[in-house]
């Protein structure tokens, strides 16, 4: 029976129902005695308050619970397979919880569709602003995933997205552009013989605002659209190829104060190698390659990228790379982690 209940998934995403709403809060103190359950989406439920035995379900990997009402979260600290985070449009939110670290994976993730997203998304959420633990935490939580990947290949995913409140580019992006296109030196990548870059670690700041149908130019448009896309602009005549969605509802109804966020895409060394040949399959023209955050409504403010290196994954060593702000959190993340066993990673 535990079989079977390890690959349930439970999603009550109830945007438009009121019956959907009443039927997923009456139901869901009865889900959680499914202690093997994998994947739970109650997003837009209306729920006031998220139950503490969430934190008691050790097999899930991918929680959702955008647009509900709570203002705090239970603690998800034992949830260490969890991959996937979605709080966007908690609009009552306060605080948040210390964060699981993704130590454990036993899926090659391409296999199940509703798996596609690995990552952090904390979006529209007012009252809980830019802090500098939410952005240490998407940094740790990033930096995790790619640990994990690393060390459990058959968990195969290319892309990871994190979206969190936040104003500026961190100190850890190289030369940062103050618009939505940066060009991408490649010669690093090219010439790393020895395989010491595991991926590229994209971003881009962006104020986003209530939508204006008076100036939009798709007035009748509900909802915004953000795309992450890479060309080369001598070969592919200014023609740009999209590669990521970022991975937030951006509905106009749901906007209701401007506010700035920043999106973070991590592509792994064969996913990036794969982009390169989508582009030029000859790999011998790429002289102008640049990377573009395309929207029509939402204002990019600027964007970066990073080669990311095995040294990189080293947290304990050198956290204050990744943002040049102090790493008291961080510390106090890796003290409070359970213990390695054989089965688990060490972070």
Excluded at 111 to 125: A, M, Q, S
Excluded at 127 to 156: D, G, N, T, V, Y
Excluded at 307 to 327: A, E, S, T
Aim: overall charge negative; glycine content about 4%.
């Amino acid at each position: 029976m535990s079989s079977i209940l390890k690959w349930t998934m439970f999603r009550f995403n109830s945007l438009y129902s009121d019956a959907h709403k009443d039927f997923a809060t009456s139901l869901l103190p009865s889900l959680l005695n499914f202690s093997s359950l994998l994947n739970l989406d109650i997003s837009f439920c209306g729920l006031r308050q998220i139950p503490d035995a969430i934190g008691c379900l050790r097999w899930l990997e991918r929680l959702v619970l955008g647009g509900n009402n709570f203002v705090t979260l239970p603690s998800l600290i034992e949830l260490s397979r969890l991959v996937y985070l979605d709080l966007q449009h908690c609009k009552l939110l306060e605080s948040l919880p210390q964060l699981p670290f993704p130590i454990a994976f036993e899926h090659d993730f391409h296999k199940y569709k509703y798996w596609l997203r690995i990552g952090l998304v904390i979006f529209n959420c007012p009252k809980l602003r830019e802090s500098e633990c939410c952005s240490s935490m998407a940094f740790s939580w990033m930096i995790h995933l790619i640990q994990a990947r690393q060390q459990f290949p058959a968990a195969f995913f290319d892309v990871i997205n994190i979206v969190i409140p936040e104003s500026e580019i961190p100190n850890w992006f190289n030369n940062p552009s103050v618009s939505g296109s940066i060009p991408i030196e490649l010669s690093p990548f090219v010439h790393d013989s020895d395989d010491d870059i595991i991926g590229i670690a994209c971003c881009a700041v962006f104020s986003i605002a209530p939508i204006d149908p008076a100036m939009t130019i798709y007035a009748n448009a509900n909802r915004y659209d953000m795309e992450l896309s890479f060309s080369n602009k001598t070969t592919c005549n200014g023609w740009y190829e999209l590669f990521s969605c970022i991975p937030v509802i951006l509905e106009r109804d749901l906007i209701s104060v401007k506010s700035d966020h920043m999106w973070l895409t991590h592509f792994t060394r064969d996913s990036f190698f794969d982009i390169l040949k989508r582009i030029d399959v000859t790999l011998n023209h790429l002289d102008d390659f640049c990377m573009k955050v395309v929207s029509m409504d939402v204002k990019v403010q600027s964007c970066g990228y990073r080669w990311v290196y095995k040294q990189d994954l080293q947290l304990k060593h050198g956290c204050g790379n990744f943002l040049d702000r102090k790493c008291k959190f961080l510390a106090i993340e890796d003290e409070a982690q359970p213990q390695s066993s054989s089965n688990y990673i060490t972070p």
